[in-house]
């Protein structure tokens, strides 16, 4: 009796401790401050965890939940178990995701009103896990070691290390069996995928119509093959019955992402996100996982792309950069493609009200299947986030300072310094005042966090114990 008064008072202590917190506000300092704050109560937290607001512990005992060092919980997400619970260092769970055990048999219980009984069934999350937003981890599972999870997607079977659970982000949405923990999904073509080495390395090779998703810096990013393979997803979400959003990431928006939680959000609700630097790719390599192959920019794909979009019959919509940016940039782009089907443009100063209003009443009159916002990160992302519920177009995507060359108004980086990944310098000698904290700062701070990853990655795995050697008698 005493032990579980004790008990229930110290639950309630740490109750009211995390809603204390949750009040100071959101931020990844407050998701340092709760984790730590957990950790000197002795709740199995590790030092360096970020626990940001929102976020549901209704099994926070010290025998339950064990969070390892350097994890990012995100918003909103919830552990409500009454079996062990443990995450492992360095992963990365996203908006949402919860980890449950109980509910689908207690609710099968209550049905059928069967006496309750207590069933073991612990959740076990290995080092530099990647989990997308939305998703469920039922109780038994265990995910192994650099497993990425994509959003949107329910775990009932153990994940192999390193393998890529579901596929695409956004589109897993997943409804439950009120009596068993049978997924149903609620069509027929988007079943969960379990993908294996060999189907990743055939994809990134290009023989496989299969796109794999290689977690950098926290974000799932698309290993496109080729240009062709890239065109085709596009013109696949564009055909989707909901309305999607193609996010890009390079270094830029990798380091925004770590202090911007909305803009982080936006990459990882994103239904593709390709990757748009040199820097990117790098550090996948030196991550020791997938490479991705490749890296893409509107500047040098859109001609491309519009022919595309042409040959297929769909049509786009151009909004951003300063007055008369977009209507110069497609005047030169219908003379490099001139059987596009460009429907419109307009700037991106949409400050007013009023302009703003006016821009969307303008983007729903035409209708266009897709719409490119080219205002500079973050802030195209913020507006189209604000905004999509409200635009009549099927797929949203930005393009950063696209217009800005086609119209003549910025210099393109030459093709031997593109090819060479030295487009930041290019960038950076022409506007050394605006570009040096983008690029003298920050990419050094992404590459330290890089190494830091990659050396925890490498130490993670030669501690790991080899397998005994097997002897044949």
């Known amino acids: 009796m005493v032990r579980k008064v004790l008990f229930d008072a110290e639950l309630g202590v740490t109750w009211v401790v995390m809603r204390l917190l949750d009040l100071l506000g959101p931020g990844s300092l407050m998701g340092r401050v709760r984790a730590f704050a957990l950790t000197l109560m002795g709740q199995g937290v590790g030092l360096g965890a970020i626990i940001e607001q929102g976020v549901k512990m209704r099994a926070l005992f010290r025998d339950r939940v064990k969070i390892g060092a350097f994890t990012y919980i995100n918003h909103h997400c919830v552990f409500d178990s009454d079996s062990p619970i443990t995450i492992g260092r360095q992963c990365d769970i996203g908006f949402n995701v919860t980890f449950v ?11 059928s009103r069967r006496p309750l009984e207590r069933v073991e069934k612990p959740i076990v999350v290995e080092d530099f896990v990647w989990i997308g937003c939305n998703s469920i981890v039922l109780g038994g599972v265990t995910i192994g070691r650099g497993a990425v999870v994509a959003a949107g997607s329910v775990v009932t079977k153990d994940v192999a290390p390193h393998a890529l659970v579901g596929g695409n982000p956004a589109r897993l949405i997943r409804t439950l069996d009120a009596t068993s923990d049978n997924v149903v999904p609620l069509a027929p073509d988007e079943k969960s995928l379990v993908i294996s080495a060999e189907d ?8 496989s119509t299969y796109t794999p998703r290689i977690a950098v810096d926290g974000i799932a990013v698309d ?8 065109f085709d997803r596009i013109v696949s979400e564009i055909r989707r019955p909901r309305q999607t959003y193609i996010g890009n990431l390079n270094v830029h928006a990798a380091n925004i992402a ?10 990882q609700y994103a239904d593709a996100v390709f990757c748009d630097g040199a820097g990117i790719v790098w550090a996948s390599r030196l991550l020791g996982g997938p490479v991705l192959p490749k890296r893409f920019t509107s500047a040098d794909f859109m001609p491309a792309l519009l022919k595309r979009l042409a040959q297929e019959d769909l049509t786009c919509y151009f909004l951003g950069s300063a007055p008369g ?11 490099l493609v001139p059987n596009h089907t460009m429907v419109g443009w307009h700037h991106g100063y949409l400050t007013d009200p009023q302009i703003n209003a006016r821009a969307i009443a303008e983007i729903n009159r035409l209708q266009p299947d897709i719409l490119f916002v080219g205002m500079g990160m973050p802030l195209q992302e913020h507006w189209t986030q604000k905004n999509r519920r409200a635009l009549a177009v099927r797929c949203l995507m930005p393009l950063g300072a696209t217009m800005d060359y086609f119209s003549g108004r910025a210099p393109r980086c030459p093709s031997w310094m593109g090819s060479m990944g030295l487009e930041w310098l290019f960038r950076l000698f022409l506007e050394p005042r605006r570009m040096s904290g983008r690029y003298l700062a920050g990419n050094p701070v992404f590459m330290a966090r890089t190494m830091v990853e990659a050396a925890s990655r490498r130490l993670s795995y030669s501690q790991t114990p080899a397998s005994p050697a097997i002897t044949q008698h």
């Open 101 to 111: 055990t109980t509910s689908h048999r207690l609710f099968s219980d209550f049905q």
């Open 200 to 207: 990743t390395s055939a994809a990134l090779a290009g023989q």
């Open 223 to 230: 290993a496109f093959a080729s240009q062709g393979q890239f």
């Open 258 to 267: 770590r202090e911007d939680a909305a803009f982080r959000k936006t990459l």
């Open 325 to 335: 940016v977009a209507q110069d940039a497609m005047a030169t782009l219908a003379r």
